[in-house]
């Protein structure tokens, strides 16, 4: 099992919570509506590509989602900047520490970190991921991560009653995804996130892990877990619009002082 998290309190969904995911879907609509009218632009050159490899019921994995790509998210919306979006590709990638179990007639299992409900979670997540990826629902899919992650430790792991929640929170099919999850689709996308996971080329054994343009750098790691915001400005050498020094001051996760990296490990855990 993981550590719970100290320095949040990652199970606490109180008013300014609540508002929060309310904003994030109510500007997802107007931002949805200005893409309609071809005022997001959309840019394919210089792109940077991050792979986000999790567990879904991981505090940490959750906590990177909700905090630091939630707040990535937010910073997007309340400035009208989701073309932000055109140039940070995010591959999500959820699979974590699963362990290939043999039963006594010699049938094969799945056995994920956090229980039979992490592998239904991972499979909700992954269905989500393959079924909204395009540009046309890419917002909305976001939304729904950062509200599913932030949700689920105050529905008492209920993966079915959050995936219905943030669904209908954010204009998808919950019926789908369900559907999706308990299908062959769903185990096969399971299955291909395993093979991704497993091949990566530096072997890691704690989710959450981060690959940034097929590298994977200890340093842009812990970066991007503390602000992908600050971060993804780094990495673009850039200090106007989003990446001004302002905004990324207003929605900054934390200093190192007083917030708490920790990792799910397989056999353990890591802080």
């Not at 919570?17 to 107007?30: A, R, T, Y």
């Not at 910073?75 to 699963?98: D, E, Q």
Request: hydrophobic letters at 35%; aromatic letters at 10%; glycine letters at 8%.
């Amino acid at each position: 099992r993981c550590v719970q998290e100290t320095g949040i309190n990652a199970e606490y969904m109180g008013t300014k919570q609540i508002f929060f995911l309310m904003k994030i879907q109510i500007v997802i609509l107007f931002a949805l509506a200005s893409l309609a009218l071809g005022v997001i632009s959309h840019k394919e050159s210089e792109k940077i590509n991050l792979d986000l490899y999790f567990g879904s019921l991981c505090p940490f994995s959750r906590q990177f989602v909700y905090q630091s790509f939630g707040n990535f998210l937010k910073a997007a919306l309340s400035s009208n900047r989701t073309r932000v979006f055109n140039n940070l590709k995010i591959n999500f990638i959820p699979y974590g520490n699963v362990r290939v179990v043999t039963d006594k007639e010699g049938r094969k299992g799945y056995a994920c970190q956090h229980g039979p409900d992490e592998c239904f979670g991972n499979r909700v997540l992954g269905c989500a991921a393959t079924k909204y990826h395009r540009k046309k629902h890419r917002l909305q899919l976001y939304g729904f991560l950062v509200c599913w992650t932030k949700k689920i430790g105050g529905n008492h792991n209920n993966v079915t009653k959050t995936t219905e929640e943030c669904a209908e929170q954010f204009q998808l099919s919950s019926e789908k995804l369900l559907k999706c999850s308990n299908s062959q689709k769903g185990w096969e996308i399971f299955f291909e996130n395993g093979k991704l996971t497993d091949n990566l080329k530096r072997k890691s054994n704690y989710v959450p892990y981060i690959v940034i343009d097929g590298e994977h750098d200890v340093k842009k790691e812990t970066g991007s877990r503390l602000s992908l915001l600050k971060e993804y400005c780094l990495l673009r050498d850039v200090k106007i619009g989003i990446c001004k020094d302002e905004v990324i001051k207003e929605f900054a996760y934390g200093e190192v002082s007083d917030v708490v990296l920790g990792q799910c490990v397989q056999g353990g855990q890591r802080q």
